[in-house]
């Protein structure tokens, strides 16, 4: 493998961010799951460029990948939705990522040359399959390919720390709140409708994925109904809308930071020089 090293260009030093940025948790950061918008487009066009890779249509419920199989292709969705189920050797599984146009679907096979995931279509779309020894001679003659690879190797990354953050910190409102934020961002990024959004997981999907009760699931769905923050279509419980992200954001950050406690501010005491 040829391994192409640019030449290290000095940055300007960032400043520092103020003491409060600093010591902010990290679950307040609730835009940061998503990457800039044309990333995905960007990955598609670099590989139908450089690459030959295989079409294929699929159907909800069919798998991309399954655990256990030999690595040797990443895949790149090119239409509808998907999410990769662990299972562990006792047969406990756990959704543990969603994947949208543009996502790359594979990376756990990368270190022990087995698929750890199986990777399930969520409704009819299409996925480009690719060889993963080809990408790599490829990305010795065009960079950008190997860049797009890391780039998507990072928001995974970002998504699942993201993800975990959520599963030890969030109430259970703000969870599935938040889990609808995520998924309508997505699409939003993507230029798809988000007035109208099919979810193509059961409430007990939802809740495996978010560590909740099926029970837990639907009360807050309920819940957040009644508040206004999304719509049930009639045709089914699966398709709602939602009429603002930026409301679902307020409310995932008041579990986070309640108004009562900022309420409390005041009482803080204050150095001398003003500072608190």
């Known amino acids: 493998m040829v391994v192409t090293i640019a030449r290290a260009v000095r ?8 003491p409060a ?9 609730l835009r940061g799951i998503a990457s800039p918008g044309d990333r995905w487009r960007e990955s598609l066009g670099l590989i139908e460029h450089h690459l030959s890779f295989t079409r294929r249509t699929v159907h909800a419920g069919e798998a991309v990948q399954a655990a256990g199989d030999p690595f040797a292709c990443l895949h790149i969705v090119n239409s509808g939705a998907f999410k990769t189920v662990n299972l562990a050797d006792d047969g406990r599984e756990q959704v543990v990522g969603l994947h949208f146009k543009g996502d790359w679907i594979g990376f756990d096979g990368v270190a022990s040359g087995r698929s750890a995931c199986d990777a399930i279509t969520m409704d009819t779309g299409e996925v480009w399959s690719l060889r993963y020894a080809a990408l790599l001679k490829a990305a010795a003659n065009a960079p950008e390919l190997m860049h797009a690879m890391v780039m998507a190797m990072s928001c995974q990354l970002a998504r699942d ?42 409430r007990a999907e939802i809740g495996n994925h978010l560590g909740l009760t099926l029970e837990t699931v639907s009360r807050a769905f309920s819940r957040l109904a009644r508040c206004g923050l999304i719509r049930f279509d009639e045709k089914g419980r699966r398709t709602i809308a939602v009429p603002s992200v930026e409301a679902l954001v307020e409310f995932v950050r008041s579990a986070v930071n309640p108004p009562a406690l900022r309420a409390l501010d005041w009482l803080r005491p204050v150095r001398p020089g003003g500072g608190a």
């Open 21 to 29: 940025a600093r010591h902010r948790p990290a679950v307040l950061q």
């Open 11 to 18: 940055l300007p030093a960032a400043a520092a961010a103020p």
């Open 161 to 202: 720390r993201d993800w975990r953050l959520a599963l030890s910190t969030l109430p259970a409102d703000a969870r599935v709140a938040d889990f609808l934020r995520s998924w309508a961002e997505s699409l939003a990024e993507r230029s798809l409708r988000t007035d109208q959004i099919t979810l193509g997981m059961s």
